[in-house]
């Protein structure tokens, strides 16, 4: 058996290969001894390990564990992905949107760094937290379907009321922008705040990538990261301010685990 663990911020990625098969599980980060536990009940696996908890993790479990840099092993894992999809890329941006946000640029068989945000998904959790005292990951994520945006995000049609707009008029201008004109006169629930919050998480999110795609002249922008699971609104702004912008946007099922796939494939190759 060989397990490949991303230990990320937020959460464990597993990925089991095992009779030529990839079982996945993950666990949150703050439970990163019960995997312990679980690693030193299969003694004889191959454990390769990545992310920013690889090296405690490493240093609670018996086996000599290989361990990769995080972004050479989230991008060995989405071209083992793509090759299984049959799926040619040549030039792209990808962007992880984990707990922070991490975006590169691929040229064939290399990754650079092209940047990164803090937005992400711990600032959805966070501040939805904040503006709602809601802090399940489901909840937010089904609350944030029912919300309206229109009464908190300003967009550019707002300013231009009825004018014609140089810019489409479904842009948003000022997140969080429409507030005060509204306070007045509308009650801003749950559902409307945390879709807010996804809005400017996927914005932001959305704006740095393709920022870095236009810069390396890429077409494709490929999102992967934990963020987007069982979560259609973020996945949806994403898209669609993707594309009115020009690019392709493009996930990987499964992304999430492309640097525990990663370093497993990463070790093999060694
Ligand atoms: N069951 C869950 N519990 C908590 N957060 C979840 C869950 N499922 C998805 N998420 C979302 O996924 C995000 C973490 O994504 P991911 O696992 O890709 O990041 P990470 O690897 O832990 O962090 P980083 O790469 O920044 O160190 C969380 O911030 C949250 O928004
Ligand atoms: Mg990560």
Same mark, same amino acid.
Request: aromatic letters at 10%; proline letters at 2%.
């Given at each position: 058996?060989?397990?490949?663990?991303?230990?990320?911020?937020?959460?464990?990625?597993?990925?089991? /290969?095992?009779?030529?098969?990839? %079982?996945?599980?993950?666990?949150?980060?703050?439970?990163?001894?019960?995997?312990?536990?679980?690693?030193?009940?299969?003694?004889?696996?191959?454990?390769?390990?990545?992310?920013?908890?690889?090296?405690?993790?490493?240093?609670?479990?018996?086996?000599?564990?290989?361990?990769?840099?995080?972004?050479?092993?989230?991008?060995?894992?989405?071209?083992?992905?793509?090759?299984?999809?049959?799926?040619? !890329?040549?030039?792209?941006?990808?962007?992880?949107?984990? %707990?922070?946000?991490?975006?590169?640029?691929?040229?064939?068989?290399?990754?650079?760094?092209?940047?990164?945000?803090?937005?992400?998904?711990?600032?959805?959790?966070? !501040?939805?937290?904040?503006?709602?005292?809601?802090?399940?990951?489901?909840?937010?994520?089904?609350?944030?379907?029912?919300?309206?945006?229109?009464?908190?995000?300003?967009?550019?049609?707002?300013?231009?009321?009825?004018?014609?707009?140089?810019?489409?008029?479904?842009?948003?201008?000022?997140?969080?922008?429409?507030?005060?004109?509204?306070?007045?006169?509308?009650?801003?629930?749950?559902?409307?705040?945390?879709?807010?919050?996804?809005?400017?998480?996927?914005? %932001?999110?959305?704006?740095?990538?393709?920022?870095?795609?236009?810069?390396?002249?890429?077409? /494709?922008?490929?999102?992967?990261?934990?963020?987007?699971?069982?979560?259609?609104? !973020?996945?949806?702004?994403?898209?669609?301010?993707?594309?009115?912008?020009?690019?392709?946007?493009?996930?990987?099922?499964?992304?999430?685990?492309?640097?525990?796939?990663?370093? !497993?494939?990463?070790?093999?190759?060694?």
């Amino acid at each position: 058996m060989k397990i490949g663990i991303d230990a990320g911020g937020t959460l464990i990625k597993i990925a089991i /290969y095992e009779n030529d098969t990839f %079982t996945f599980r993950k666990e949150k980060s703050t439970d990163i001894e019960k995997v312990a536990q679980w690693l030193k009940t299969v003694p004889d696996a191959t454990v390769a390990l990545t992310g920013g908890k690889a090296t405690y993790l490493n240093s609670l479990i018996p086996q000599d564990a290989f361990q990769s840099i995080e972004f050479d092993a989230t991008f060995r894992g989405i071209q083992s992905f793509l090759d299984e999809k049959d799926i040619h !890329l040549n030039k792209f941006v990808f962007s992880n949107v984990g %707990t922070g946000t991490s975006i590169h640029f691929v040229d064939g068989q290399s990754q650079i760094r092209a940047g990164g945000t803090g937005a992400g998904g711990g600032m959805m959790l966070g !501040l939805s937290y904040l503006l709602t005292g809601i802090s399940d990951f489901h909840t937010i994520t089904e609350k944030a379907l029912e919300g309206n945006r229109d009464i908190i995000d300003l967009k550019v049609k707002h300013i231009y009321k009825g004018d014609k707009t140089p810019i489409p008029g479904e842009l948003t201008a000022a997140n969080f922008g429409n507030v005060l004109h509204n306070k007045d006169t509308e009650q801003f629930t749950d559902a409307d705040k945390i879709a807010s919050v996804l809005g400017i998480v996927g914005e %932001t999110v959305t704006t740095v990538s393709i920022h870095a795609a236009r810069e390396f002249g890429a077409e /494709y922008v490929v999102y992967i990261g934990s963020s987007f699971l069982e979560n259609k609104l !973020l996945q949806d702004i994403v898209v669609n301010y993707t594309k009115l912008r020009n690019f392709k946007p493009y996930f990987i099922e499964n992304g999430e685990y492309s640097g525990a796939v990663g370093t !497993l494939r990463l070790m093999e190759e060694k």
